[in-house]
């Protein structure tokens, strides 16, 4: 039981830790941390969703179950998450909507990645690959989509979106994983040495990115309306997963997509959380808080998880 604990989880928030500290202490500063940051998240992460995706197995992998399961959860949390805020907690729609994006969007990269790869091994990640794919589209094109209908601004609000959509189809996370399932698609090989570049500048995406992470978080504080912050962790910890867990039973899900599906799920909510909150500039507090307080609760929710799964 333990064991779990030690040999998965700590690692990868000692890590995580270690960038806290080392930023805390003034050893790195915020631009040493947000160089870092772009380098793995706009340069590093991409070249590793490349390999990963040209590499696929896609019928395997893109299995219609394992998608459904995921998603499906992911969308029953951000209506709880938008109609919770307003019921329960008396938020204006426009806050309701980015509370709602917090209980959506999972860590899947920085944290669902380097967990299973710790917890089942790199051959088994082909489940976390398929839902990375669809991960950002899917979830900035719900929130926004529900968020230019509640602000109502007419023709105004349909160029902002597009500008939005525009911009976030230059994202690079989003280039590396279609360039990849374009080599993927075509058949196209790519050449050894490029391949071996890549999968020099792969092996630093996650460690530094775990790094940067930790100091990322020295920015945030534990602020905000506690009652919200809880009610998000909860929906994004203990709620996705028992949902995704439901489905992926009910639907006979092969072990090492369900594992996939659960452990992103059971995944703290994303930076992109706080920036769609910051984006509209709504609940910026409560997203902030979330994404500091549920990234540390993971060590305990996520081995419960991880004990669950076997």
């Not at 790869?117 to 669809?134: D, K, M, P, S, V």
């Not at 949902?243 to 909510?269: E, H, I, K």
């Given at each position: 039981m333990f064991q779990t604990l030690i040999d998965?989880?700590?690692?990868?928030?000692?890590?995580?830790?270690?960038?806290?500290?080392?930023?805390?202490?003034?050893?790195?500063?915020?631009?040493?941390?947000?160089?870092?940051?772009?380098?793995?998240?706009?340069?590093?992460?991409?070249?590793?969703?490349?390999?990963?995706?040209?590499?696929?197995?896609?019928?395997?992998?893109?299995?219609?179950?394992?998608?459904?399961?995921?998603?499906?959860?992911?969308?029953?949390?951000?209506?709880?998450?938008?109609?919770?805020?307003?019921?329960?907690?008396?938020?204006?729609?426009?806050?309701?909507?980015?509370?709602?994006?917090?209980?959506?969007?999972?860590?899947?990269?920085?944290?669902?990645?380097?967990?299973?790869?710790?917890?089942?091994?790199?051959?088994?990640?082909t489940g976390n690959y398929a839902i990375i794919?669809?991960?950002?589209?899917?979830?900035?094109?719900?929130?926004?989509?529900?968020?230019?209908?509640?602000?109502?601004?007419?023709?105004?609000?349909?160029?902002?979106?597009?500008?939005?959509?525009?911009?976030?189809?230059?994202?690079?996370?989003?280039?590396?994983?279609?360039?990849?399932?374009?080599?993927?698609?075509?058949?196209?090989?790519?050449?050894?040495?490029?391949?071996?570049?890549?999968?020099?500048?792969?092996?630093?995406?996650?460690?530094?990115?775990?790094?940067?992470?930790?100091?990322?978080?020295?920015?945030?504080?534990?602020?905000?309306?506690?009652?919200?912050?809880?009610?998000?962790?909860?929906?994004?910890?203990?709620?996705?997963?028992?949902?995704?867990?439901?489905?992926?039973?009910?639907?006979?899900?092969?072990?090492?997509?369900?594992?996939?599906?659960?452990?992103?799920?059971?995944?703290?909510?994303?930076?992109?959380?706080?920036?769609?909150?910051?984006?509209?500039?709504?609940?910026?507090?409560?997203?902030?808080?979330?994404?500091?307080?549920?990234?540390?609760?993971?060590?305990?929710?996520?081995?419960?998880w991880l004990l669950m799964l076997g």
């Amino acid at each position: 039981m333990f064991q779990t604990l030690i040999d998965v989880i700590l690692p990868v928030f000692l890590v995580i830790g270690a960038g806290y500290t080392a930023t805390r202490a003034g050893y790195f500063n915020m631009s040493h941390i947000d160089g870092l940051m772009r380098f793995t998240q706009q340069f590093a992460i991409p070249c590793l969703l490349f390999r990963a995706l040209a590499n696929l197995d896609l019928a395997a992998s893109f299995d219609p179950r394992l998608l459904a399961s995921f998603y499906t959860g992911a969308l029953l949390c951000f209506l709880l998450g938008l109609f919770g805020a307003r019921l329960l907690f008396r938020r204006d729609w426009e806050d309701c909507v980015a509370i709602g994006f917090c209980c959506l969007f999972s860590n899947s990269v920085l944290l669902g990645l380097p967990i299973t790869e710790r917890a089942y091994g790199a051959g088994n990640l082909t489940g976390n690959y398929a839902i990375i794919a669809f991960h950002a589209p899917f979830c900035y094109g719900l929130g926004i989509t529900t968020m230019e209908i509640v602000r109502n601004r007419g023709a105004g609000g349909l160029r902002m979106v597009s500008g939005i959509l525009s911009a976030m189809f230059k994202n690079a996370l989003i280039i590396g994983i279609a360039a990849g399932l374009a080599f993927n698609l075509t058949g196209m090989a790519v050449p050894g040495i490029a391949d071996e570049a890549l999968s020099l500048i792969a092996r630093a995406a996650l460690p530094g990115a775990l790094f940067a992470l930790g100091g990322v978080l020295v920015q945030y504080r534990p602020e905000g309306d506690l009652r919200a912050i809880t009610f998000v962790c909860a929906i994004s910890l203990l709620v996705h997963p028992s949902l995704v867990w439901l489905f992926g039973s009910s639907l006979s899900l092969p072990q090492d997509l369900f594992r996939s599906a659960v452990l992103n799920s059971a995944m703290a909510p994303g930076f992109n959380a706080y920036i769609f909150a910051n984006m509209y500039g709504r609940a910026k507090r409560v997203a902030a808080s979330s994404v500091l307080i549920a990234t540390g609760s993971c060590i305990l929710t996520v081995w419960f998880w991880l004990l669950m799964l076997g």
